[in-house]
């Protein structure tokens, strides 16, 4: 048993909703196994207010929740990165940095609720969607025995959890 704390960072284009969704989540669900950061290849600058609510109403502490750029992970004082997961199509087909320490990746697609269209209470659930796909994923990920499996068959393991969709981790 290893008692190795891992690094995750969830990257999405504006860091405002989907990544910061999964820090959290992974902050929760990880907890003393796994550190989780976020940050965006064109950060907006601001966190979406209805990520805000969405953590709050999940009792969840916001204070974590900044939009940074991703740079902040490449400079000499970043943390070393284990594991890197893209959570948007855009972030994922973007020219990314060079991790130090060479971090395994994967990419999570979610769709965006910041980009979602219609009433309040639709683009609300549109943010609940996309936390529980991501609630899903991570609640694998956290489950897998990470110190007794090889990186090849890791590798596959997380490409695959970014093929499951919300249903198929609720099983």
């Given at each position: ?14 860091n ?20 989780a950061y ?18 709050r ?5 916001t ?8 740079d902040?992970?490449?400079?000499p ?14 972030a ?14 994967a ?12 009433t309040?209470a639709?683009?609300h ?10 609630n899903?994923?991570?609640s ?5 025995p ?12 997380l ?13």
């Open positions: 048993m290893t008692d190795k704390i891992y690094n995750v960072l969830f990257l999405c284009t504006g405002s909703a989907r990544s910061i969704l999964a820090e959290a989540i992974m902050n929760r669900a990880g907890q003393g196994r796994f550190k976020s940050a965006g290849s064109q950060p907006k600058g601001e966190v979406h207010p209805y990520t805000l609510d969405l953590l109403q999940t009792n969840f502490d204070s974590f929740a900044r939009s940074k750029d991703w902040e992970f490449t400079k004082d970043a943390p070393e990165l284990d594991f890197v997961f893209t959570v948007c199509d855009n994922a087909n973007e020219s990314c940095p060079v991790w130090p320490g060479q971090p395994m990746t990419h999570w697609g979610v769709p965006d609720p910041a980009a979602a269209e219609g309040e639709e683009k659930l549109a943010f609940a969607d996309a936390y529980r796909m991501l899903s994923r991570i694998i990920f956290v489950s897998l990470l110190a007794s499996i090889d990186r090849l068959a890791l590798q596959k393991r490409d695959a959890i970014g093929q499951t969709s919300d249903m198929d981790g609720a099983a």
